[in-house]
T-cell receptor
Framework: EPEVTQTPSHQVTQMGQEVILRCVPI?????FYWYRQILGQKVEFLVS????????KSEIFDDQFSVERPDGSNFTLKIRSTKLEDSAMYFC???????????FGSGTQLSVL | SQQGEEDPQALSIQEGENATMNCSYK?????LQWYRQNSGRGLVHLIL?????REKHSGRLRVTLDTSKKSSSLLITASRAADTASYFC???????????FGGGTRVLVKP
């Protein structure tokens, strides 16, 4: 079965540094998402992306965050200046149709020191 | 409570027993989905039930939806040790496509 791939699986960074989390969604999917999960807590929506633009974003997704789909295959999440509270597992997901099931990647564990 | 809250938060059963978990939500939905997460891994879609459906089956899984009570249940029959995981319900909204996840039910199936 096709899958969503995320790299790296683990990322350690210093507070204030920029990080880019990478995702390769399933190739014919149309909708793309980033979610995050702080250890032991619920999965939180960050942003959705469709037709090369953000379709919806949460309050968490402030000016420090940005997303790009630069080449039609990769989907990236950039955190411009990381904070300690950005430490979490970040999941990318893709979807082939409106209101259909999501396919999740295995996640990137981000640790901000 | 927030959209998509599961109950109980944790469940411990013996292999072969059934596991039932519930999800409540607050706003109108188009569909409700259940996902499974093994520790430290990504979420895997289990089943999607639309707002005009009342019950759905997939293998050992049975999902019900009661839109009048804004609640859903997931039943895992004849549980196995490999069913040990966290289970999340997720709802969409009246508009838009994003899914909002609940806090999950941690299920431990003891061999």
């Amino acid at each position: 079965e096709p899958e969503v791939t995320q790299t790296p699986s683990h990322q350690v960074t210093q507070m204030g540094q920029e990080v880019i989390l990478r995702c390769v969604p399933i190739s014919n999917h149309l909708y793309f998402y980033w979610y995050r999960q702080i250890l032991g807590q619920k999965v939180e929506f960050l942003v959705s992306f469709y037709n090369n633009e953000i379709s919806e974003k949460s309050e968490i997704f402030d000016d420090q965050f940005s997303v790009e789909r630069p080449d039609g295959s990769n989907f990236t999440l950039k955190i411009r200046s990381t904070k300690l509270e950005d430490s979490a597992m970040y999941f990318c997901a893709s979807q082939d149709g409106f209101r259909e099931k999501l396919f999740f990647g295995s996640g990137t564990q981000l640790s901000v020191l | 409570s927030q959209q998509g809250e599961e109950d109980p938060q944790a469940l411990s059963i013996q292999e072969g027993e059934n596991a039932t978990m519930n999800c409540s939500y607050k706003t109108s939905i188009n569909n409700l989905q259940w996902y499974r997460q093994n520790s430290g891994r990504g979420l895997v879609h289990l089943i999607l039930i639309r707002s005009n459906e009342r019950e759905k089956h997939s293998g050992r899984l049975r999902v019900t939806l009661d839109t009048s009570k804004k609640s859903s249940s997931l039943l895992i029959t004849a549980s196995r040790a490999a069913d040990t995981a966290s289970y999340f319900c997720a709802t969409d909204g009246a508009a838009g496509n994003k899914l909002t996840f609940g806090g999950g039910t941690r299920v431990l199936v003891k061999p």
